[in-house]
């Protein structure tokens, strides 16, 4: 994530030199998140949202229920469900569109994953199931 540059910006109040930085939104997404109806938050410092103010811009909307996925399931993702839950929050979290890193001594993050997200998450469905509940 360091190598591409994905958390270098000049500051979070500004998008100066985001697009095309190694830190803006993939390609295939932009359309979507620069729709008009997406919200984007300032970015989370560590793992999880309790340093940006993402609770605040939903709650601002009337938002309660959150769909969750990424590619760090056991750092990102939990974190934030965590979180979510907590701020009282209904989550799913998309386990066909979340992943996580392997590691020979450690193991697997996202299958240990798996299990937290049946334990704590609203839900734990595939993309599918998803957008036919959407």
Partial sequence: MHDINMFDRSGSLTLDGFNESGADWLEQYKAYIDDGDA?????????????????????????????????????????????????GFEDVVVKDATAAAQHPELGDGYESDLVNFGFISSGVLETAQVVEAL
């Fill in 39 to 87: 919200i984007v938050v300032s970015p989370h410092k560590v793992y999880g949202p309790e340093s940006n103010d993402l609770a605040l811009q939903l709650r601002k909307r009337g938002i309660s229920k959150v769909i969750l996925a990424g590619m760090s399931a056991n750092l990102c993702v939990e974190a934030h469900m965590r979180e979510l839950i907590e701020d």
